[in-house]
């Protein structure tokens, strides 16, 4: 099995900047791609921000020049630096990862518990 904890979440100013980690722990695992996600009362969640094993990357047109989606495989951690904040991007964001587990031949999604981001004056 695979846990992932998020943190960084709070509230900023429009503007502002904000910083969201997920860390993965568990038995032995190898991760491949890892995603951020966002939902809003009343709304879909959507797909934010890509990064595959290899390091490519792919971004929301909502978000593409303001986010950006790193990760730091020796640590099992993928970040998301949220720069210029929107009240539109008022959310929670959910990280996801793929990843198998040692003793099993199967992909598997895992999901965090989400962190709450509110961009307000």
């Known amino acids: 099995q695979v846990q992932l904890v998020e943190s960084g979440g709070g509230l900023v100013q429009p503007g502002g900047s904000l910083r969201l980690s997920c860390e993965a722990s568990?038995?032995?695992?190898?991760?491949?791609?890892m995603n951020w996600y966002r939902q809003a009362p009343g709304k879909q969640r959507e797909l934010v921000a890509t990064i595959t094993s290899g390091a490519g990357t792919n971004y929301a047109d909502s978000v593409k020049g303001r986010f950006t989606i790193s990760r730091d495989n020796a640590k099992n951690t993928v970040y998301l630096q949220m720069n210029s904040l929107k009240p539109e991007d008022t959310a929670v964001y959910y990280c996801?990862?793929?990843?198998?587990?040692?003793?099993?031949?199967?992909?598997?999604?895992?999901w965090g518990q989400g962190t709450q981001v509110t961009v307000s004056s």
């Open positions: 568990g038995n032995g695992f190898s991760i491949n791609d």
């Open positions: 996801n990862v793929v990843a198998r587990v040692r003793t099993s031949f199967l992909l598997q999604s895992y």
